[in-house]
């Protein structure tokens, strides 16, 4: 019996110590890197500092241009634009794209992740970039978020808004192996990091024609405090449903167009009637064989589409 008692506070012993000893390993293997002056230096383009830490951003055009913003979703960086953004430049518009906190070369800082976070940094990057008014905003993904919480906030500064796979309509609430601190935490490591670049291929119509996005994902989840940042947007951004400010935003003097991705397993096209509703909006675009990221899979025609609306 004893013997079995020493075995058993052995054992116990040993998997107390192992066990954080190993979480904190495959933490490090799993983003090893830090965004210091250092690495920015090495990455290149362009940074500026604003209350929460440093933002990477590209701008392209004349300040004499009218303004089109680019905002990424949860997921993914600026790099969801690159099929998009200098196409658009090219067609007669001054183009700014940027990494939201937490994503792509942006800063993770430690904070909450909470909506007005990002608000506050668009907001922030606008009024550094000296952006004239009037602004033109395409939203990807939960980008849809930030652009509806600014547009309500400064309807003045805003003429139209391009929703492109919005994800701004949720409901319940997030798992409790989201806003567990420690269980969400192993989960985060052992599970949802390990399958996170998979499920975002599997989002697109046809992953193996995008196989370069794999790549540009898997660089931006390296940096020290992504998955503490997609982990508290998810709890404390992706938790609220916007369905109020939509239908607040829909009687707003701006101009709404929406694109869907036929094909989207997060936000499928059942949801654009929806949207329409709340936005008061007639022009809907379902694009087909594109899944949650139509603009990348489907440039052409979503390209089409936005520079239509743009020079109207």
Known sequence: MKRLLKFISISFLTFIILVPLIFLVVDYLQEPLVLNDEERAKIGGSFIKLKKGYTYFEDKGSDSLKTVIFIHGAGSGSYAWNKNFDSIHKGGFRTIRYDLYGR??????????????????LTELIDSLKCKKPLYIIALSMGAMVAIDYSLKHADKVEKLIFVDPAAIFYGKPPFYVTSPIISDVLFTFYWRPNAIQKQMNEFYDPNKVSEYRDLSEKQMQYQGFKRAVKKTWSNTMS???????????????????????????????????YATFLKTNETHIIKKAGHL???????????I???SLRR
């Open 104 to 121: 792509g070369f942006s800063d993770r800082p430690f904070e909450t992740y909470e909506l007005s976070s990002f608000t506050n940094q």
């Open 240 to 274: 609220r449903s916007m369905e109020t400010q939509l239908i607040q935003l829909g009687e707003e003097n701006i101009d709404k167009v929406l694109i869907f991705g036929e094909n989207d397993p997060l936000v499928p096209p059942a949801m654009a009637e929806k």
């Open 294 to 304: 139509s603009c990348y899979e489907q440039p052409i025609l979503v390209n089409k």
């Open 306 to 308: 936005i520079l239509t």
